[in-house]
């Protein structure tokens, strides 16, 4: 089992930047991989980055367009995903996600793969 509580976003301007916040809780949670997707309305779910419970990263090049930076705090269980020079396409709704089996070092990047969620922090970037 993993808990999962996102914190931070909020409305930004055109080119100005956000970090927003993961804290993972539970039995598996600490060798679990973490990841961010987001959700635009009218939009399917899609993959932003993720990492591996040792705190490799990979992040989705066309979602991130090298504005985007992910940090593990392995010790603290946390993922937070560090956005810059953000555009209107980038607002949404950012869910943080966990597949709760401990030790992988694969990263999804399907929604399907992932057994655990956050109730997600809106992002909102006026134009």
């Known amino acids: 089992q993993v808990q999962l509580v996102e914190s931070g976003g909020g409305l930004v301007q055109t080119g100005g930047s956000v970090r927003i916040y993961c804290q993972a809780s539970?039995?598996?949670?600490?060798?679990?991989?973490m990841a961010w997707f987001r959700q635009a309305p009218g939009k399917a779910r899609e993959y932003v980055g993720g990492s591996t419970w040792r705190g490799d990263t990979i992040l989705a090049s066309e979602v991130s367009k090298g504005r985007f930076t992910l940090s593990r705090d392995t010790a603290k269980n946390t993922l937070d995903l560090q956005m810059n020079n953000l555009q209107p396409e980038d607002t949404a709704v950012y869910y943080c996600a966990a597949r709760g089996e401990t030790g992988s070092t694969h990263i999804p990047t399907s929604r399907a793969e992932y057994n655990y969620w956050g109730q997600g922090t809106q992002v909102t970037v006026s134009s």
């Open positions: 539970g039995q598996t949670a600490s060798g679990s991989v």
